[in-house]
């Protein structure tokens, strides 16, 4: 059973910064994918940033130069670094998994991932 937990959501101002991790669990294939995604009220799941076992990664345009994914893997560990925050990245996070080594232009595309975590709320006020 693989469980993803995420964590380091929050509110912060225009230009903030904030961390989000991603712990996973359970999981024992050598070849995998991960992504962030994140839902905003009213809108669809959208793609943020995701990245292969093999550390191929991929960035929507929005946040290319911003934010920066990265896994730790001895500690089963997915992050998302998010520098420059803007009001528009609000919304709620969620960490996901698939097991199997995405193409690049697939790892943003939620239905490709089979495990997802619970969310955490990111807030970015004017």
């Known amino acids: 059973q693989v469980q993803l937990v995420e964590s380091g959501g929050g509110s912060v101002q225009t230009g903030g910064s904030l961390r989000l991790s991603c712990v996973a669990s359970g999981y024992t294939n050598s070849n995998y994918s991960m992504g962030w995604f994140r839902q905003a009220p009213g809108k669809e799941r959208e793609g943020v940033a995701g990245?292969?076992?093999?550390?191929?990664?991929s960035y929507a345009d929005s946040v290319k130069g911003r934010f920066t994914i990265s896994q730790d893997k001895a500690k089963n560990t997915l992050n998302l670094q998010m520098n420059s925050l803007k009001p528009e990245d609000t919304g709620i996070y969620y960490c996901a998994a698939a097991g199997a080594r995405l193409s690049w232009w697939s790892l943003l595309r939620p239905i490709y991932y089979s495990y997802w975590g619970q969310g955490t709320q990111v807030t970015v006020s004017s």
């Open positions: 990245i292969t076992s093999d550390g191929i990664t």
